[in-house]
């Protein structure tokens, strides 16, 4: 499997077994290596050395091409795989928690980022996001991470009011290019 030299790569840094890393936890290591590239170039900036500056910034370039590259090697052939049933809800519990319909929207384009969802998973989460404008925005930004989006005419389901339909068919016209 292409991802099993990965696995045993990343496994160093997520303390797990390769067998049990699955593509979405890959993806969010990814972001975690990323973040930490980000935090690097940051630090980097006090380095009064002009040398040592440029040098570090080379070695934050290749950090960056080589996640690059592993994220090429995920998306080739590759029918990514929905989130599993136990992150999803753990994170739908972190969402029931939050109090505002925005803060939910936020964490919802968060979490969306590296993980991907079927049309009854996107149900799943709409149902802890109490507004409707909130929904379609939530929707949105789960729609570009749907593997199944032979199903997208249920996203209509989740929004009650005519309004709300109208604009998720005007967003998702927008995200399909129509």
């Not at 496994?11 to 590239?37: C, G, H, K, W």
């Not at 249920?154 to 005007?170: A, G, H, I, M, W």
Request: glycine share 4%; aromatic share 8%.
């Amino acid at each position: 499997m292409k991802y099993h030299i990965l696995a045993i790569v990343l496994s160093f840094f997520t303390a797990s077994s390769p067998s049990e890393v699955d593509e979405n936890a890959l993806r969010r290591e990814i972001t975690y290596i990323e973040r930490a590239a980000d935090e690097l170039a940051r630090l980097n900036i006090d380095v009064a050395d002009r040398l040592q500056r440029r040098r570090i910034a080379s070695k934050i370039d290749a950090i960056y091409e080589a996640t690059e590259r592993i994220r090429l090697l995920l998306d080739q052939d590759t029918v990514p795989k929905s989130i599993r049933d136990d992150d999803l809800i753990s994170f739908i519990e972190s969402l029931g928690k939050a109090s505002f319909g925005d803060t939910k929207v936020d964490m919802v384009k968060e979490f969306a980022g590296s993980n991907w969802f079927t049309v009854s998973q996107v149900g799943l989460i709409c149902e802890e996001i109490p507004f409707g404008e909130n929904k379609v925005e939530a929707i949105l930004a789960l729609y570009p991470h749907i593997v199944d989006k032979e199903n997208g005419y249920k996203l209509y389901e989740f929004v009650t009011f005519s309004d709300d339909r109208e604009r998720l068919k005007k967003g998702l016209e927008e995200l399909k290019g129509n």
